[in-house]
Nanobody, 121 residues
Framework: QVQLVESGGGLVQPGGSLRLSCAAS????????MDWYRQAPGQQRDLVAS???????YYADSVKGRFTISRDIAKNTVYLQMNSLKPEDTAVYYC???????????????WGQGTQVTVSS
């Protein structure tokens, strides 16, 4: 009912930058929370950054000052600008969006397909 398409991952050298995008589409909906998670091999999926409907943001301590989450309401898209990347940022990055379909009261969470970010020299 709602599809999320991620893009922007890739291979980058330490100290470099990448911008991830996650675009939502489907039946008419209202977006609430928009989050980015990451999962390294053998590790659990962890919250990296979060953006609320009213514009508040949250960042994991490990990315504060380096990553910035933002959203384009008109495009139903959330971004993650990642600067000063480190090898330990290597992971598959997933967006997660909380959505309420128009005409329904319930909110549901949807996941993107994931995009690989590799930081290596």
């Amino acid at each position: 009912q709602v599809q999320l398409v991620e893009s922007g991952g890739g291979l980058v050298q330490p100290g470099g930058s990448l911008r991830l995008s996650c675009a939502a589409s489907g039946r008419p909906f209202m977006i609430y929370m928009m989050d980015w998670y990451r999962q390294a091999p053998g590790q659990q999926r962890d919250l990296v950054a979060s953006s609320t409907k009213d514009g508040s943001t949250y960042y994991a301590d490990s990315v504060k000052g380096r990553f910035t989450i933002s959203r384009d309401i008109a495009k139903n898209t959330v971004y993650l600008q990642m600067n000063s990347l480190k090898p330990e940022d290597t992971a598959v990055y997933y967006c997660n969006v909380e959505v309420r379909l128009i005409g329904q009261a319930r909110r549901d969470n949807y996941w993107g397909q994931g995009t690989q970010v590799t930081v290596s020299s």
